[in-house]
């Protein structure tokens, strides 16, 4: 059965020539939003610097024996990342596509034809989607069966971009709700308190993220926009009583999502089927709705430090 494409929450990263990009970003409109870089080395840095999706490489500008270690070593550290190559308008050779093949990159999508484009799409939105936030609202709803709208609605509030979230006021704000409203009713149901999701949501992505021996400890913390590495240390021993080290031995992804599972659904699954934590009944106060506030570089395409010139 066909995948329906899903929009990734990580960006994807690119190599590619200047027309190719022109197209990618068309193609992903809806999908993904793409982080577009000059060399592998480029691609690299990103890689270390924050979550990504995939990476998409040119074959003409990445298929050269001078970048086929660089890309090796890519394709090697960070393993749970896709890479895809594509073939764009320059066609290619054999040593290219060999070069690539030695490096460690297996898929290739020929978008010389309209249907590349598709099966592009389909490949990043469908079999190689691989994110966590997908895996673990599977994972939920496979453990809980039918749920209520609302409790569908915290799940994906605490995967969906979550790594924006990390206090319970933001997440109260997000779910339109007053955070005291959100802990009580968490409360007077037995449930564990909301923030003890929303910090298990976090080390879910550690974990990922820490598979790939390109990641270092740092590195994970910020891109989680942790405080500082020590932070992120004493976040771990606080929820699973062990070191940042000891964490990445024991807990991959899968061990993480188990131990998830484990503590926070499987003992409370007749709760989660009839709860409905963000029901905003009469007279209920909410919290007001504040405007986004958008700069005016943003708003104007400009550079922040530029005057204005009218």
Known sequence: MTLAPRALTAPVVTVLEPE?????????????????RESVAGVHDELRRRRVSAVLVSVARCGRDTQERQMATL????????????????????ESLLHLGNAGVTRIVDVRIPAGWNRLRQLLGGELLGEVDQQCLDAVRAEIGEMTPEGMRFFEAIFVRAERVSTIRT?????????????????????????????????????????????????????????SPQSF????????????????????????????LADLIRPYRHIWRGLRPLA??????????????????????RPAWARRTA
């Open 20 to 36: 190719e990009r022109l197209r990618v970003d068309a193609a992903g409109a809806g999908l993904y939003r793409t982080i577009h």
């Open 75 to 94: 394709v090697r550290e960070f393993p749970s990342v896709p890479t895809v190559a594509l073939l764009g308008a320059v066609p290619p050779t054999a």
């Open 171 to 227: 997440l109260a704000t997000r779910l339109g709700i007053l955070p005291s409203t959100l802990m009580s009713r968490f409360h007077r149901a037995g449930l564990p308190a909301p923030k003890q999701y929303l910090c298990y949501a976090r080390l879910l992505r550690a974990a990922r993220l820490l598979e790939d021996p390109g990641h270092s400890l740092a590195g994970v913390s910020h891109a989680l926009r942790y405080s």
């Open 233 to 260: 240390g004493r976040h771990i021993r606080m929820l699973l009583g062990m070191s940042a080290g000891e964490f990445r031995a024991r807990h991959d992804f899968a061990a993480m999502r188990e131990r998830f």
């Open 280 to 301: 905003v009944r009469p007279g209920m106060l909410v919290p007001p709705t504040v405007p986004s506030r958008v700069p005016p570089s943003v708003a104007e395409g």
